[in-house]
């Protein structure tokens, strides 16, 4: 049972950065290609390719942090280890990253449209704390596992 678990753990983690590849590379095509239809606001240009630019770089961090967590996944089971202790660093910066990609996506479709506007919403504040629950879950199961490591 544990053998097919850690199959099906590590086919889907393989599914999910191809996937994630992918459609990361394909959103930042279609960014760069929306960038000539941005209506631009002289006054705001600089805030405007500021927005653009940080929603760009913010989605691949977030990319690149579920990738890393993978990563980590992939490693620790070829150990033995289910729960490695850095998945929780991963887990705390990939809360703040979605923060930012969060903020600035709810704003990004203002820029577009060339309207000066900060747009806030309750999702930027519910799923990083979320995030942070998980992070601290995480840790947990990492200090029962080494635990359980250590008595036996």
Partial sequence: MKEKTIKTIKGISIAVMILMTAVTAMDV????????????IDEHIGWQKSI????????????AAVICFIMNIMKGLKKGIIFNRINTSVIYASAVIFFLYSFMQSTVDDVFKGVYVWSINTNMLICPLLIIILGLLHKLAVEASEENNLTI
């Fill in 52 to 63: 653009i630019t940080c929603y760009i770089v913010s989605t691949l961090m977030l990319t």
């Fill in 29 to 40: 095509y279609f960014w760069t290609e929306r960038w000539q239809n941005v209506n631009w």
